[in-house]
DNA sequence: CTAGGGGCTCACCCTGCGTGAGGGTCAACC
DNA sequence: GGTTGACCCTCACGCAGGGTGAGCCCCTAG
């Protein structure tokens, strides 16, 4: 009823050793071991196996194939048609940026053969930038497939850099009005905050997506939330993740009552 | 005339890091210093790095990428519209082998939804097993675009695990009437050799591609000189590459004499 | 003349395995 | 019952492609 290593091995197409790294990471332990310590896997472990080697092809790194499968195999998974669903979103979310890739080197090529020679900055546009695909990867991760994350997915591959320049500025302008309020003293639910927070959701909507007030205060949480966008905020000031956070609830409340 | 490590790093979206990675391993060294020690890039070498960042995030290692771009960015390298268009050539080839993942996904899909439950060698028929693809970017590299790895590359993308199944069995075939053969002491031109040199070339058509004999020769030599393929004979036997070589060879001779 | 924002060179850390070394296990054949 | 060969086991080091400091220089602006 269980294969060994070299057979799991061959029959997915991956090495030995491989196994004996998902073994030691805890990622795939065999179901069993044979009396002599010989690892023994049945088809369950077959079957999260081919689910680690797709999450692997698609780029993932194997920590993050471990969270998205569950613990050890058991029940904490989503099924299978979950995993499948999602794979496919994966791999043609890849498809659509490659293609875009093929269609900013032709546009190369022609302006190559047109005798243009391009401005170095233009030339990284696309290529070579690509995280974010990355990003793509991550928020999908984090966030599924939500609407707000498509539109935003969709809107963002359109920009160029220049694009991108001006959203980053218009970004710092944002924070820095956040910023100014908070270093004035003035409290979070003041006009100047609220103003300031509501200014920021503007600016999500201008770039990104259309972002509701409730939606808004589901994102003031996550800064809190999660680490990386406390800390960005955190970065530019010591309270800012929170000031920010709290500014946004005031300003949903303010305008949701009246 | 330069920009810094700094500027490069925004411009085209690395780390400082990696590009004193690139220059640690010779794969782009700026083309000055300042007085200071400072490494300074000039437009062509954001040119070469904007090159690498291409083939890199098609999954090159950097050693590759060094040698596609040849020696240290002087002339060695094959002209822009060369790299463009092969750039082009890798982006479809693995737009395709995604495309062809989400064709088997969706089969997987729908035979779950039915119900069926996949005898677990079959699911891992596409996904997981990307060699081929790696395999094809080798090829890619070494054959570049003939026709006869179009058509491979073409007729096997379609096979099954079963298909390479057969044709692995039939390959041994082939390789055993090769190496008994030898071991009977027969000279490579003797109508034995020939005869199973004859099938190697037949093995090919029906496989992979059309292989006229002048072709297979071009194959044979590649046998002695590429050290991958002449080891997997030598794996087999020892001299048997030299043996398969010389008898495709004669085989050649003999059939194009008469 | 001093602070900060770079830049420089080590140099160690991390992932995902490849690749032995040194040694048990198991089925088969003598 | 002994040997052979194919597998299996557990260390344990190595490698690519950088990330992440540490400790120190440079350069411009106030």
Redesign the pocket.
Known sequence: MGH????VARIAGV????L??YDEIGLLRPSAR??????SYDSDDLERLHRILAY?ALGF???DVAALLGGDGGEAGEGALGHLERQHRLLTDRIAVLERMVRNLEKTMDAHRMGIRLDPHEMFEVFGDHDPTQHAEEAERRWGDTDAYRESARRSSSYTRADWERMRQETEAVNQALVSAMRSGLPADSPAAMAAAEEHRAHLGRWFYDCSREMHVGLAEMYLADPRFTRSYEDIAEGLARYVHDAIVANARATGAE
């Open positions: 060994s290593v070299g057979e090495t030995v050793r491989a004996h790294h044979t009396p002599s310590g010989y690892r692997r790194p194997l920590d």
